[in-house]
């Protein structure tokens, strides 16, 4: 039996997701993938600038290392593609959504502690590949399924968290990071 999402966006209800014509959620899905597609290169841009062993050093990311982060990207991108997936076959109802925030922690701590000796090129690939398998599965989705509630969230509303938002974060915090040991090296 699926858990049910306690946690919404602020100020979200379902009654809020409003009709919206196929035509609308097709050119939702074209500047999702777009912006999406702007954001990895942004992050592919600022991890070529990092040394490898930057990228590898542990706990520069709180706890993690941004390889760490890396890997914890590509799980939840991953788990949007199981998701989509369902939503295609009809078994949106099947989702899990973590009721607390320690249960996402658990899933993150899990998804980060499985990947900690993959080797950064390997990882990598995978993040490539989890990016192309979203793409691809939000793609196949009928236009009318993207603003959906009955899974418990339109996918309108979770997928930006899932890909777009998520990376925008960590990549902030990485460049944060990067830009203050430049500065205490100077």
């Given at each position: 039996?699926?858990?049910?999402?306690?946690?919404?966006?602020?100020?979200?209800?379902?009654?809020?997701?409003?009709?919206?014509?196929?035509?609308?959620?097709?050119?939702?899905?074209?500047?999702?993938?777009?912006?999406?597609?702007?954001?990895?290169?942004?992050?592919?841009?600022?991890?070529?600038?990092?040394?490898?062993?930057?990228?590898?050093?542990?706990?520069?990311?709180?706890?993690?290392?941004?390889?760490?982060?890396?890997?914890?990207?590509?799980?939840?991108?991953?788990?949007?593609?199981?998701?989509?997936?369902?939503?295609?076959?009809?078994?949106?109802?099947?989702?899990?959504?973590?009721?607390?925030?320690?249960?996402?922690?658990?899933?993150?701590?899990?998804?980060?502690?499985?990947?900690?000796?993959?080797?950064?090129?390997?990882?990598?690939?995978?993040?490539?590949?989890?990016?192309?398998?979203?793409?691809?599965?939000?793609?196949?989705?009928?236009?009318?399924?993207?603003?959906?509630?009955t899974p418990g969230l339109p996918v309108t509303v979770w997928l930006r968290e899932f890909a777009w938002t998520h990376e925008r974060g960590h990549r902030q915090e990485i460049r944060d990071w990067w830009r203050a040991q430049r500065r205490r090296r100077a």
């Open positions: 039996m699926a858990v049910v999402e306690r946690f919404r966006p602020a100020g979200y209800h379902p009654s809020m997701a409003r009709a919206r014509s196929a035509r609308s959620l097709v050119a939702w899905r074209r500047q999702f993938v777009a912006r999406i597609g702007r954001s990895r290169a942004a992050t592919q841009a600022l991890l070529a600038k990092l040394p490898r062993e930057a990228i590898e050093r542990s706990r520069t990311q709180g706890a993690w290392s941004i390889k760490d982060v890396l890997a914890h990207v590509a799980a939840w991108e991953e788990e949007g593609i199981r998701r989509l997936r369902l939503i295609a076959r009809g078994r949106g109802d099947r989702m899990v959504w973590y009721e607390t925030m320690a249960e996402a922690d658990r899933y993150n701590a899990r998804a980060v502690r499985a990947a900690r000796r993959t080797p950064l090129p390997r990882l990598l690939a995978r993040l490539a590949r989890a990016r192309t398998g979203l793409v691809a599965a939000l793609r196949r989705l009928p236009p009318r399924a993207l603003s959906d509630p």
